[in-house]
């Protein structure tokens, strides 16, 4: 007896210390997750229902009249009509995704900007026009990425999505059930005005949106600046940035996908590639289409008399197979391509085409198939984060995640403010044991090597805890 009593004392020690240890990285972690997760979850919430919301708020620029038996008008005569309301140069045409949606025109205007203009494929009319990603929708993308702040916000968000990944796995620890009974497990236990109803409200919820928040922590890590951008890079091969075992037998330009407008997460990096200018001593030659063709001129806006034209690299596109709603980014040089994309809902209709400006011909065909092992996996992952890639289920999934989400923080804090002690942050006490926070670190080491970024605010967020945290009195929570 005299010798299994100090054992289990020491046992019961080194247990209390991890906990105190978990608890605390816990509590940071939340700190610095939680404003973030909410805000996150609110415009997330609402970026699920983009089309809804759009239809609605740009319900006269979006919607259109179907009249019955009348052709659309044609692609040239729509770009056209755009340019007479806003000046400038056309730069992509968007299909009417259904019968009674609007052209889009997006056009460099004269100003320097670019205005998304909306046209009525029925009549050719101008229905008015907006910034280039200027709808509702998009500013509640920005929003949930803080691109409207920079870079600086940008590498935050990054960070947070790690942290949020060491938040769960310490509350999964700090939830494990360690005594009889359901109470703060399966099972929530008082009323409101209880401490108790906030603790066990927080732990059940946390361990069923806990894996939700995970992966979308994870599946949210592509957009990323410095994580997203090396993984991109690393996932796209290095035959001109598309995945390994894509053949691209062609001329390749130094403009990127991405910088032609919206793209995949995969296809960010993949180069555009040229088109064959026709020689002098093809110019009289016959065109495909049994015109004489001319020698290239620089585009102005205008399409040049040797090229196949917008009409006929839609009805090409059309004639491939693309999904309604493609966008067909238009050439302004010479040796410029028609890059017809989509990216719809179902992730194998995801397509890019790149055709000669000259010949009409099909210079390369990107699938979702074409995407290497990891470019499929993340693909797959963001359609979902999306809401896309199973329809409402999808989007009411994780609108119930993201009022889960916002639930679990307000329940933190809630629950901090009742157990902090009166003039104290409130930092659950240190280990009686500092060495206990050895093993802690090796594991939050692992998670700093794979997410850089991260890795290095754990690092800071260790040196103020060693430095400052530390002398500071502070009548931690026990």
Not at 99 to 107: C, D, F, G, P
Request: with cysteine; hydrophobic share 45%.
């Amino acid at each position: 007896m005299s010798r299994s009593a100090p054992a289990k004392t020491v046992s019961a020690t080194r247990s209390a210390d991890l906990y105190r240890a978990v608890w605390r990285w816990h509590f940071y972690a939340g700190l610095l997750v939680l404003p973030f997760m909410i805000t996150l979850a609110i415009t997330g919430a609402l970026y699920l229902f983009r089309d809804e919301i759009d239809g609605i708020m740009h319900r006269d620029l979006l919607r259109v009249a179907v009249v019955e038996g009348v052709e659309r008008v044609a692609p040239e005569t729509m770009v056209a009509s755009a340019l007479a309301a806003v000046p400038g140069q056309a730069v992509k045409y968007t299909d009417p995704r259904i019968e009674n949606a609007s052209a889009e025109i997006t056009v460099a205007a004269d100003d320097g900007a670019r205005r998304a203009v909306y046209v009525d494929p029925y009549t050719g009319n101008v229905l008015g026009s907006l910034p280039d990603r200027g709808t509702v929708a998009w500013t509640i993308r920005y929003l949930h990425s803080l691109k409207f702040f920079g870079t600086v916000a940008r590498g935050a968000i990054e960070i947070a999505a790690g942290w949020s990944i060491l938040l769960v796995a310490t509350g999964i620890y700090l939830w494990w059930p360690r005594r009889a009974g359901l109470g703060g497990v399966l099972t929530v236990r008082g009323a409101p005005r209880n401490r108790m109803f906030w603790r066990d409200t927080h732990a059940v919820l946390g361990i069923v949106v806990g894996s939700v928040i995970v992966f979308l922590a994870i599946t949210g890590m592509p957009w990323s600046n410095v994580w997203g951008g090396k993984v991109n890079e690393w996932a796209n091969g290095n035959n001109y940035g598309y995945p390994d075992g894509v053949r691209v037998n062609v001329p390749m330009s130094q403009e990127k996908l991405a910088d032609k407008g919206l793209t995949s997460w995969s296809l960010e990096q993949a180069q555009v590639p040229q088109s064959a200018v026709p020689t002098t001593e093809h110019n009289h030659a016959e065109h495909d289409h049994g015109q004489p063709m001319a020698a290239p001129a620089p585009s102005d806006g205008a399409f040049a008399t040797s090229d196949i034209g917008l009409n006929s690299a839609v009805a090409t596109f059309e004639k491939l197979g693309l999904h309604s709603g493609f966008a067909v980014s238009i050439p302004s040089t010479p040796t410029g391509v028609f890059t017809g994309s989509v990216y719809p809902d179902d992730l194998s209709q995801q397509r890019v085409v790149h055709l000669d400006r000259y010949s009409g011909n099909p210079l390369l065909d990107m699938r979702y198939t074409d995407y290497g092992p990891l470019g499929r996996w993340l693909e797959f992952g963001i359609n979902v984060h999306m809401g896309q890639e199973f329809g409402l289920a999808n989007q009411l999934f994780l609108l119930a995640a993201c009022m889960g989400i916002i639930l679990l923080a307000v329940s933190a804090g809630i629950m901090w403010w009742k157990r902090r002690p009166a003039g104290s942050l409130g930092v659950p006490a240190m280990p009686s044991d500092p060495k206990i926070f050895r093993g802690l670190i090796a594991l939050l080491a692992i998670g700093g090597i794979i997410f850089p970024l991260v890795g290095l605010s754990l690092i800071v967020m260790l040196a103020f805890d060693l430095l400052v945290m530390r002398s500071i009195p502070n009548r931690g929570m026990a």
